[in-house]
């Protein structure tokens, strides 16, 4: 895999350990988001041991607000009958006994869409717990799956302690007990003007496959992408003009396909995101483009729990 290193400024999203309220908390507007206190701009930022952050590229898109500081939430106490103490002579079951506790130890990768579930997830964990202590790896500026598994020859790493860093070594050191991927309309809208769905099918199954040769007990859950609204208007950086919610509808189906042939987890958020035009509601959207706002990122973090609940049941 190719690794190309890039010189773009990083930007810190701190790992938080905090908690989730049921409605969605009120969020900044992303035209007036405040500047990541993270983002170096010539002056030597201290990241914490454990950040996990991504580089800078289109400064029109929203720019990732820093996370709420912990306020020492707790996550719920085990249900009755669930794990045994340390000094029972009963074996101790090492599965996840709650939806909550099924978030414990995983890492969430990500763009910007993933990035906006981030936000949302933080801002809950102000109040009560939201996906155990999931960690998020995710991006403002457009990084694919192009870049992830060596296609583009000017790719993005994601930035992790201090420095960019492929993401197979970030997993490794993580290690998570599972990883959730959010990616692909990068590769659809802004890498080629007229992007192949196989092909970037294809690249999602070589990310896969590459997380699973360097950690073959942790499971792999891919997160079909939201619609964009109905809206036929796109960013400058959106090099292909033609991007359109048919393109989406097509490269989901597909990457459904593809997971069920390969084995893969999938949780299908894109037809859950769709109103009855199949396009992404405006209550749902941040931008009047494609990102998601709280109201949508809050669809996607219930699906999320409700995967969880198949998995224990």
Known sequence: MNRITTSL????????????????????????????????????????????????????????VAPAPENGAQLPAPESGGQTSASSSTPTDSRPQTAEAFFQNTLFVGDSIMEGIRQYVMSQREETSCLGDAKFLTTTIGISLADLVGDRQAGIFYSYKGQETALEDIVTDLCPDRIFLLLGLNDLSVIEENPQVSQVVDRYRRLAENLTACLPETQI???????????????????????????????????????????????????????????????????????LNNAGSAVVVDALYQFAQEQLA
């Open 9 to 64: 400024a990083a930007l810190c999203a701190a790992l938080i350990f905090t908690g989730c309220a049921a409605s969605p908390a009120p969020e900044t507007d992303s035209a007036q988001s405040a500047p990541d206190s993270s983002q170096t701009t010539g002056t030597t930022v201290q990241q914490p041991e454990d950040a996990v952050s991504s580089a800078e590229e289109h400064p029109d898109q929203t720019k990732e």
């Open 221 to 291: 859950v891919i997160i079909t992408n939201p619609p964009k609204i109905a809206s036929a208007w796109l960013p400058d950086y959106a090099v292909n003009r033609s991007f359109s919610n048919q393109l989406i509808d097509d490269f989901s189906a597909s990457l459904m396909e593809m997971c069920q042939s390969e084995g893969i987890a999938c949780i299908d958020a894109h037809t859950l995101l769709q109103d009855t035009s199949g396009a992404l509601p405006e209550d749902y959207c941040r931008d009047g483009y494609v990102h």
